[in-house]
């Protein structure tokens, strides 16, 4: 056997081996953990059939078409920060109340919602939202699973946890051909982002600005190029690429589902 030709073979694999591994990290970010427990207070918006829960400020539209369905939460500004909580997942629990159920079981709600100030009422009578307040207006079928609906606020312990999505992340095109708005959402990991970037199949990549909730948005020309997308997570700083997401004839309107995601 001639060696050189061995060693030539034997740098190839390696090679192919650390591309591959490259490509994998790209996909998968490192597992988002769980923050210390606060404390808070909740109380919950809409009805049974949370209605009035779709849409909101975080622009995710029909929250079961989203994904998100009725275990939602509207934060208070101080949590919202400009939208850049949107996607969040929060544990929540009923603390030192006599309305809380029994056993005091937690549930897990996604942000999806701004709960604005009420600057007509005092921040511990009725202005519950307002800063530096911490708070959570829930919809009312996740907040039932914490209390009895009548006791209105409740106090609560809460915290920062992964968000386990199914599948990857999904990018909601709006705009036109010269203005290019996403929407993304099952956003996995810490679930929230703090910059994106969209690369076109004859661009570099190029920075896109946040908009409002969770959208970003770019001012290119990019129709008739399959697009990707490179994710930052606000918390974490870390970056997923999601590659050849949308084909080079996307539209508006369309959601476009990726097999990248944070965990």
């Known amino acids: ?3 050189f030709s ?8 390696f090679a192919i081996v650390f591309v591959a591994f490259a490509i994998s990290i790209e996909f998968v970010a490192g597992y988002y953990r769980p923050s210390p ?9 809409g009805d049974e059939t949370g209605s009035e ?3 909101g400020a975080c622009g995710y539209g029909n929250l079961f078409n989203s994904g998100y369905g009725l275990d939602t939460a509207a934060l208070s500004t101080t949590l919202f920060k400009d939208g850049y909580g949107c996607g969040q997942c929060f544990q929540i ?31 511990n009578n009725g202005g519950w939202c307002n800063p530096p307040r911490t708070h959570f207006d829930m919809a009312k ?4 699973k914490l209390a009895y609906w009548r006791a209105g606020i409740i106090p609560v312990a809460y915290r920062r946890v992964p968000c386990k999505r199914s599948g990857g992340m999904r990018f909601q095109f709006q705009g036109n051909s010269y203005w290019l708005l996403v929407f993304v959402m099952n956003v996995g990991g810490a679930g929230d982002i703090k910059s994106m970037a969209v690369k076109g199949s004859r661009t570099n990549w190029i920075s896109m600005s946040h908009n409002w909730g969770a959208s970003y948005q770019a001012f290119s020309s990019l129709y008739g190029q399959s ?29 476009y589902k990726s097999g990248a995601n944070f965990r």
């Open 93 to 123: 629990v009923c603390v030192n109340s006599k309305h809380c159920n029994y056993g005091r079981p937690s549930t897990v709600v996604t942000a999806t919602n701004l709960c604005p100030p009420n600057w007509y009422q005092d921040s």
């Open 53 to 55: 829960t779709m849409g």
């Open 141 to 144: 079928p996740a907040f039932m």
């Open 37 to 45: 427990w606060r404390y808070a207070h909740a109380t919950f918006y």
């Open 1 to 3: 056997m001639d060696l």
């Open 227 to 255: 697009l990707s997308f490179r994710v930052t997570s606000y918390t974490t700083g870390e970056t997923v690429y999601a590659w050849n997401v949308a084909p080079a004839n996307w539209n508006a309107g369309m959601t």
């Open 6 to 13: 061995s060693s030539s073979s034997l740098k190839k694999l």
